[in-house]
Protein backbone atom coordinates (compact mmCIF):
# COMPACT_ATOMS: atom_id res chain seq x y z
CA UNK A 1 0.00 0.00 0.00
CA UNK A 2 0.79 3.43 -0.76
CA UNK A 3 1.54 6.09 2.12
CA UNK A 4 2.50 9.74 1.75
CA UNK A 5 3.75 11.98 4.76
CA UNK A 6 3.90 15.80 4.94
CA UNK A 7 6.19 16.96 7.64
CA UNK A 8 5.04 20.13 8.29
CA UNK A 9 1.76 20.94 9.26
CA UNK A 10 1.81 24.36 9.21
CA UNK A 11 4.21 26.93 7.20
CA UNK A 12 4.34 30.78 6.59
CA UNK A 13 6.41 32.63 4.49
CA UNK A 14 6.89 36.35 3.70
CA UNK A 15 4.89 37.69 0.47
CA UNK A 16 7.57 37.68 -2.15
CA UNK A 17 9.98 35.21 -0.61
CA UNK A 18 10.27 31.26 -1.46
CA UNK A 19 9.00 28.63 0.53
CA UNK A 20 9.30 24.32 0.32
CA UNK A 21 6.98 21.83 1.16
CA UNK A 22 7.89 18.37 2.20
CA UNK A 23 6.63 14.86 1.30
CA UNK A 24 7.87 11.99 1.49
CA UNK A 25 5.80 8.85 0.05
CA UNK A 26 6.56 4.77 0.00
CA UNK A 27 5.73 2.33 -2.73
CA UNK A 28 6.45 -0.44 -4.98
CA UNK A 29 5.45 0.65 -8.21
CA UNK A 30 7.95 1.65 -10.32
CA UNK A 31 5.63 4.17 -13.19
CA UNK A 32 3.76 6.57 -11.35
CA UNK A 33 2.50 10.29 -11.18
CA UNK A 34 2.83 12.59 -8.27
CA UNK A 35 0.49 15.49 -7.60
CA UNK A 36 0.44 18.53 -5.25
CA UNK A 37 -3.14 19.74 -4.77
CA UNK A 38 -4.11 23.45 -3.62
CA UNK A 39 -6.81 23.88 -1.26
CA UNK A 40 -8.00 27.61 -0.73
CA UNK A 41 -10.05 28.87 2.16
CA UNK A 42 -12.64 28.12 -0.93
CA UNK A 43 -12.33 24.50 -0.10
CA UNK A 44 -12.30 23.83 -3.97
CA UNK A 45 -9.60 21.13 -4.69
CA UNK A 46 -7.43 22.20 -7.27
CA UNK A 47 -4.44 20.68 -8.87
CA UNK A 48 -1.01 22.08 -9.21
CA UNK A 49 1.57 20.66 -10.47
CA UNK A 50 1.95 16.69 -11.43
CA UNK A 51 4.91 15.51 -11.99
CA UNK A 52 6.14 11.54 -13.74
CA UNK A 53 7.98 9.36 -12.02
CA UNK A 54 9.66 8.29 -15.01
CA UNK A 55 10.76 11.75 -15.92
CA UNK A 56 13.71 13.01 -14.94
CA UNK A 57 12.90 16.72 -15.36
CA UNK A 58 11.33 18.37 -12.56
CA UNK A 59 7.75 19.76 -13.64
CA UNK A 60 7.61 23.50 -13.19
CA UNK A 61 3.93 25.74 -13.56
CA UNK A 62 4.94 29.38 -13.79
CA UNK A 63 5.45 29.72 -9.51
CA UNK A 64 5.45 26.12 -8.62
CA UNK A 65 8.11 23.76 -9.08
CA UNK A 66 9.18 20.28 -7.79
CA UNK A 67 12.32 18.74 -6.98
CA UNK A 68 11.63 15.12 -7.36
CA UNK A 69 13.93 12.70 -6.20
CA UNK A 70 12.68 9.14 -7.16
CA UNK A 71 15.60 7.06 -5.52
CA UNK A 72 14.64 8.84 -1.68
CA UNK A 73 11.02 8.87 -2.53
CA UNK A 74 10.54 12.61 -1.99
CA UNK A 75 8.79 15.31 -3.69
CA UNK A 76 8.74 18.86 -2.59
CA UNK A 77 7.24 21.59 -3.77
CA UNK A 78 8.56 24.88 -4.47
CA UNK A 79 6.94 28.12 -4.62
CA UNK A 80 8.48 31.34 -5.87
CA UNK A 81 7.32 35.07 -5.36
CA UNK A 82 4.92 34.03 -2.78
CA UNK A 83 1.74 35.74 -3.27
CA UNK A 84 -1.11 36.39 -0.55
CA UNK A 85 -3.54 33.90 -2.76
CA UNK A 86 -1.34 31.32 -2.33
CA UNK A 87 -2.66 30.69 1.19
CA UNK A 88 -4.11 27.42 1.02
CA UNK A 89 -3.78 24.09 2.65
CA UNK A 90 -1.44 22.15 0.20
CA UNK A 91 -1.80 18.26 -0.09
CA UNK A 92 0.77 15.82 -1.41
CA UNK A 93 -1.41 12.94 -3.46
CA UNK A 94 -0.31 9.61 -4.67
CA UNK A 95 -2.26 7.28 -7.23
CA UNK A 96 -4.15 4.12 -7.43
CA UNK A 97 -1.30 1.42 -7.47
CA UNK A 98 -1.72 -1.90 -8.62
CA UNK A 99 -4.79 -3.79 -7.18
CA UNK A 100 -5.88 -0.05 -5.85
CA UNK A 101 -7.77 2.53 -6.54
CA UNK A 102 -7.40 5.09 -4.00
CA UNK A 103 -5.56 8.55 -4.30
CA UNK A 104 -3.68 8.73 -1.30
CA UNK A 105 -3.24 12.22 0.37
CA UNK A 106 -0.84 13.69 2.70
CA UNK A 107 -2.69 14.97 6.06
CA UNK A 108 -1.03 18.63 4.26
CA UNK A 109 0.22 21.69 4.92
CA UNK A 110 -1.27 25.26 5.93
CA UNK A 111 0.43 27.76 4.94
CA UNK A 112 0.03 31.51 5.25
CA UNK A 113 1.38 33.94 3.12
CA UNK A 114 2.27 37.05 5.41
CA UNK A 115 1.95 40.65 3.60
CA UNK B 1 -17.72 23.82 -19.13
CA UNK B 2 -16.87 20.54 -18.02
CA UNK B 3 -16.08 19.89 -14.65
CA UNK B 4 -18.18 18.51 -10.96
CA UNK B 5 -20.61 19.75 -9.95
CA UNK B 6 -21.58 19.02 -6.06
CA UNK B 7 -25.11 20.06 -4.28
CA UNK B 8 -26.00 21.51 -1.67
CA UNK B 9 -23.37 23.77 -1.37
CA UNK B 10 -24.66 23.36 2.72
CA UNK B 11 -26.47 20.89 4.16
CA UNK B 12 -28.05 20.69 7.57
CA UNK B 13 -29.25 16.98 9.21
CA UNK B 14 -31.45 16.16 12.52
CA UNK B 15 -30.46 12.94 14.22
CA UNK B 16 -31.93 9.99 13.02
CA UNK B 17 -31.95 11.26 9.33
CA UNK B 18 -31.01 10.26 6.25
CA UNK B 19 -29.38 12.91 3.71
CA UNK B 20 -28.28 12.83 0.18
CA UNK B 21 -25.57 14.56 -1.04
CA UNK B 22 -24.78 15.04 -4.82
CA UNK B 23 -22.48 14.59 -7.25
CA UNK B 24 -22.60 15.30 -11.15
CA UNK B 25 -20.06 15.60 -13.25
CA UNK B 26 -19.78 15.84 -17.42
CA UNK B 27 -15.94 15.03 -18.09
CA UNK B 28 -17.36 11.70 -19.17
CA UNK B 29 -14.67 10.46 -16.62
CA UNK B 30 -15.03 6.77 -15.67
CA UNK B 31 -13.99 6.66 -12.39
CA UNK B 32 -15.73 8.27 -9.32
CA UNK B 33 -14.66 8.65 -5.60
CA UNK B 34 -16.60 10.40 -2.38
CA UNK B 35 -14.01 12.06 -0.01
CA UNK B 36 -14.53 13.24 3.76
CA UNK B 37 -12.41 15.63 4.91
CA UNK B 38 -11.94 16.01 9.54
CA UNK B 39 -9.99 18.94 10.69
CA UNK B 40 -6.11 17.49 10.48
CA UNK B 41 -7.18 14.25 9.48
CA UNK B 42 -6.75 14.73 5.54
CA UNK B 43 -8.84 13.26 2.78
CA UNK B 44 -10.80 9.82 3.35
CA UNK B 45 -11.95 7.45 0.99
CA UNK B 46 -15.35 6.43 1.75
CA UNK B 47 -16.58 5.00 -1.72
CA UNK B 48 -15.71 4.82 -4.77
CA UNK B 49 -17.24 3.28 -8.42
CA UNK B 50 -14.99 2.29 -11.66
CA UNK B 51 -17.77 1.66 -13.67
CA UNK B 52 -21.55 2.26 -14.07
CA UNK B 53 -23.68 -0.27 -11.70
CA UNK B 54 -20.64 -0.87 -9.78
CA UNK B 55 -19.02 0.45 -6.94
CA UNK B 56 -16.30 -0.72 -3.83
CA UNK B 57 -15.74 0.87 -0.22
CA UNK B 58 -13.19 2.77 0.91
CA UNK B 59 -11.34 2.81 4.05
CA UNK B 60 -14.70 4.83 5.99
CA UNK B 61 -17.84 3.30 4.31
CA UNK B 62 -19.78 2.39 7.40
CA UNK B 63 -23.08 4.55 7.71
CA UNK B 64 -22.49 5.81 4.29
CA UNK B 65 -24.36 4.11 1.19
CA UNK B 66 -23.84 4.98 -3.03
CA UNK B 67 -25.10 4.31 -6.21
CA UNK B 68 -23.78 4.88 -9.44
CA UNK B 69 -26.91 4.21 -12.41
CA UNK B 70 -25.51 6.98 -14.66
CA UNK B 71 -21.74 7.50 -15.94
CA UNK B 72 -22.53 11.32 -14.85
CA UNK B 73 -23.73 10.73 -11.58
CA UNK B 74 -22.37 9.37 -7.82
CA UNK B 75 -25.11 10.20 -5.10
CA UNK B 76 -23.80 9.73 -1.28
CA UNK B 77 -26.51 9.04 1.00
CA UNK B 78 -25.83 9.36 4.75
CA UNK B 79 -27.22 7.20 6.65
CA UNK B 80 -28.42 7.79 10.30
CA UNK B 81 -25.87 4.72 10.94
CA UNK B 82 -23.33 7.36 10.26
CA UNK B 83 -22.54 8.84 13.98
CA UNK B 84 -20.18 11.36 13.57
CA UNK B 85 -21.18 12.69 10.36
CA UNK B 86 -20.19 16.44 10.55
CA UNK B 87 -17.84 16.84 7.58
CA UNK B 88 -17.05 17.99 4.81
CA UNK B 89 -17.23 16.01 1.54
CA UNK B 90 -15.49 15.81 -1.41
CA UNK B 91 -16.54 14.26 -4.88
CA UNK B 92 -13.73 13.08 -7.52
CA UNK B 93 -13.63 11.98 -11.04
CA UNK B 94 -10.93 10.56 -13.12
CA UNK B 95 -10.58 9.42 -16.73
CA UNK B 96 -9.74 6.05 -15.14
CA UNK B 97 -9.29 4.42 -11.77
CA UNK B 98 -5.67 2.90 -12.54
CA UNK B 99 -3.22 2.01 -14.44
CA UNK B 100 -1.20 3.87 -17.04
CA UNK B 101 -4.21 5.75 -17.66
CA UNK B 102 -4.53 7.48 -14.67
CA UNK B 103 -3.56 11.12 -14.65
CA UNK B 104 -5.34 13.42 -11.83
CA UNK B 105 -8.93 13.73 -10.12
CA UNK B 106 -10.83 16.36 -10.50
CA UNK B 107 -13.35 17.47 -7.77
CA UNK B 108 -16.35 19.07 -7.19
CA UNK B 109 -16.64 22.47 -4.46
CA UNK B 110 -17.52 20.14 -1.40
CA UNK B 111 -20.78 19.78 0.96
CA UNK B 112 -20.53 21.00 4.33
CA UNK B 113 -22.63 18.56 6.16
CA UNK B 114 -23.89 19.48 9.74
CA UNK B 115 -25.71 17.51 12.68
CA UNK B 116 -28.20 19.69 14.06
Redesign the interface.
Known amino acids: AQTVTQSQ?EMSVQEAETVTLSCTYDTSEN?Y?L?W?KQPP??????VI?QEAYKQQNATENRFSVNFQKAAKSFSLKISDSQLGDTAMY?C?F????G????T????TKLSVIP | DGGITQSPKYLFRKEGQNVTLSCEQNLNHD?M?WYRQDP????R?IY?S?IVNDF?K??IAEGYSVSREKKESFPLTVTSAQKNPTA?Y?C?S?IS????R??????G??TRLTVV
Open positions: PNYFYSRQMILRFAPPGASYQLFGKG | AYGQGLLYQQGDFLASGSGVYTEAFFQG
